[in-house]
């Protein structure tokens, strides 16, 4: 139970044979996503270093799980992020412009793509769950061959709605895919503290429904699990847990520091040198001749450049208006948002007050 | 001739009929589907849609409440029953940070229409944590509805205007009510509006506000005023308690000047701070004398032995109402 299937190891070495299950092209595209949600990344730690974004939740070091998870689906499948997950939102369809504007406080940050079904980062953990089940429960009854997707880190599984979301999911056999991005702490809190289980995979017997627990560095095994689990709901045979483990390179959040909680420099250190999910594939794609310096050079040039477009755009995004905050409370405003709204925008002149 | 239902066969009806006029409708809770729920406001109804849509789900309100958002969201209209309000509360979060905010995180793009049926208050002998009067809670969240009728017509009427409505309602049903009197229903579906207030009594001394199960005792205080002293007093169903209907209200208050408000909820933070607050705001000058508030206590409701003396009675309330008129 313990065992993680991995496809792809550290050393660029393929540890199964996976001919005919994942093309080249696909290979290539987990790639460059990868490469550009990095990048995309360290971008927004600068930003927020220089004052031109909020606090920021980086995810460096989990590239793997939630691209090739999110590159697994299909347009119209339903993906529930945390707040960390927002490399999974973009490649599931979410503009770079538009992640950009929910760091940096804007109302309009957490608007999906027409269609696409990328909902806004879950902040509250675990409640998300829930809604993937409920989400993938309608899909279900409505006929509509799509999944929801939900994901959530180690921390997560302690909480309630973890298991009622597992348990509704197991009893009324919903497309729900539940990816754990295990990566070893919940801000400071090791999953050794978290639980006394061991894993989080075996979690799924109780529910009786699949578990599966996979190298979350690996990004063949991440989306060869989540074909899998996509056709088994699809198939009408219901959720799937998937544990990914995988490890957070950075801070919680740019407000925290983990030299705090962990030593910092030795573990990241040791997962960046000997289980990078970029560096594996590289090796790989290198070495079936896939891949080239002169390619290398390409892609971080045209990543880069996107993502000086996208943070053009975000930054020239009309200012937020005010009275904005009293739109999309109800589909009709009541009395009171259109009153209070009122004196938000005319706020008494010193001399209206009498003395 | 002339139908009669009490309240519980009224909303079964609203619930029937909107079932079989919307194929997006369902129902999902504890015991709602072969038990027909604790109170039978769901009986038979998965006999007559199927286990597909009245929905017999795991003890687990978040799991309920949540997985209606996730519905709602994906194209389906949930009325969720959750057995009493008090246990409400695991589900809480859902509601709040979830159910109530989709519409303004995703601006307008994705939103839960749902409806929460839950009977609420006390009178009944119920056991610990069944009599609980705690809309406010609710009514403080924007992005939410809250409703409680007092009446079989208006929670026919009020739970199709809540099934309708595009934002999340909750439902609050006053159990002491569900079978304690029967009145005229119209078979044919109708709407009473949601955040309309409805004067059931005219009177020009007092303004009784009152909704929910104490509107009958608001009733029954003002019939005794009237016959022993010969006060006129207006008693004002709020039907809804987030939005209130501030029109009514101050109609009301202009009209008589003074204003008692009888809720069952705790005193401190009740919602009848809240219309003591629009009085003020918009009609503080007619005001003879001060609002007053005859309300359950601030003391968690009592064990049933002495529940009936937590609960405003027509004695208090009329005393209330003396001490108003003579101030």
């Known amino acids: ?355 | 001739m002339i139908r009669k239902l009490t309240m519980i066969q009224a909303i079964t009806e609203a619930m029937d009929q909107k079932l079989a006029e919307d194929s997006r409708v369902m129902l999902l809770g504890e015991d709602v589907g072969v038990n027909g729920g604790v109170f039978r406001a769901t009986e038979d109804l998965i006999h007559k849609y199927g286990a597909n849509r009245v929905v017999d789900t795991p003890l687990s309100e978040a799991g309920i409440i949540g997985a209606a958002i996730g519905m709602a969201m994906n194209g389906l209209i949930p009325i969720v029953e959750i057995q009493f309000l008090a246990f409400i509360y695991p589900g809480f979060e859902q509601i709040v940070s979830h159910a109530a905010r989709m519409r303004y995180r995703t601006r307008g793009q994705y939103h839960v229409p749902m409806v929460i049926r839950t009977p609420y208050g006390a009178g009944i002998r119920g056991p610990e944590l069944h009599s609980e009067s705690v809309e406010t809670f609710f009514a403080h969240v924007p992005g939410l509805k809250v409703v409680a009728p007092s009446t079989p017509y208006d929670a026919k009427g009020l739970l199709i205007a809540a099934i309708e409505d595009p934002d999340p309602v909750i439902f609050l049903e006053p159990t002491k009510l569900y079978r304690a009197f029967k009145e005229e229903v119209p078979e044919e579906m109708y709407r009473v509006p949601i955040g309309k207030a409805k004067v059931v009594r005219e009177g020009t001394d007092i303004s009784i506000f009152a909704w929910g199960a104490m509107l009958r005792v608001a009733e029954e205080a003002a019939k005794q005023l009237e016959r022993e002293q010969g006060a006129s007093c207006e008693v004002v169903d709020l039907r809804t308690i987030y939005p209130l209907d501030r029109d009514a209200i101050v109609a009301s208050l202009k009209k008589t000047g003074r204003a008692v408000v009888v809720h069952e909820a705790h005193k401190t933070a009740g919602m009848g701070a809240e219309i003591i607050s629009i009085i003020n705001d918009e009609a503080l000058i007619y005001l003879k004398a001060p609002v007053k508030r005859i309300t359950g206590f601030d003391v968690p409701v009592p064990q049933f032995s002495i529940e009936d003396d937590y609960l405003p009675t027509p004695a208090r309330v009329k005393s209330g109402i003396v001490e108003t008129l003579t101030f």
């Not at chain 1, 503290?193 to 979350?216: E, F, L, N």
Request: include cysteine; hydrophobic fraction near 40%.
């Open chain 1, 1 to 355: 139970m313990t065992s993680l299937y991995q496809v792809l190891a550290p050393t660029g070495e393929l540890t199964q044979d996976i001919e005919g299950r994942l093309d080249e092209s696909v290979m290539i595209k987990m790639y460059e996503n990868m490469v550009l949600v990095r990048l995309f990344d360290r971008k927004s730690i600068n930003l927020q270093r220089q004052g031109r974004m909020g606090t920021y939740a980086p995810f460096e070091g989990q590239e793997a799980s939630q691209v090739g998870s999110a590159l697994a689906l299909t347009p119209g499948d339903w993906l529930f992020p945390t707040y960390r997950d927002h490399a999974a939102a973009i490649v599931h369809g979410q503009s770079m412009a538009r992640v950009f504007l929910y760091w940096m406080g804007h109302m309009e940050g957490s608007i999906s793509p027409q269609g696409l079904n990328v909902m806004p980062p879950c902040v509250p953990i675990a409640t998300q769950m829930i809604h993937a089940v409920g989400t993938a429960w309608a899909s279900k009854l409505q006929n509509e061959q799509h999944v929801s997707l939900a994901y959530f880190g180690d921390g997560a599984t302690s909480e309630g709605d973890f298991h009622e979301a597992l348990n509704f999911a197991g009893v009324f056999k919903t497309p729900t895919i539940f990816f754990c991005q295990n990566n070893g702490y919940a801000i400071s809190v090791p999953f050794s503290q978290q639980s006394a289980s061991k894993t989080i995979a075996q979690r799924a017997a109780a529910y009786d429904i699949p578990g599966v627990r996979i190298d979350g560095n690996d990004v063949f095994a991440v989306w060869l699990t989540m074909k899998e689990a996509m056709e088994r709901a699809l198939n009408g045979e219901g959720p799937t847990l998937i544990e990914a483990i995988t490890y957070r390179y950075g801070a919680h959040t740019t407000a925290d520091d983990p030299k705090k909680y962990r030593d910092q420099e030795k573990l990241a250190e040791e997962w960046r040198t000997e289980r990078d999910p970029i560096q594996r594939l590289r090796t790989f794609l290198v070495q079936r001749g896939l891949w080239s310096d002169a390619q290398e050079a390409q892609l971080v040039a045209r990543a880069n450049e996107q993502i000086d477009a996208a943070l053009v755009e975000a930054e020239s995004y009309p200012k937020s208006r005010p009275e904005d905050m009293f739109k999309h409370v109800y589909a009709e405003p009541t009395w009171m948002a259109e009153e209070q709204e009122g004196e938000l925008v005319k706020p008494a002149k010193k001399e209206d007050i009498p003395a």
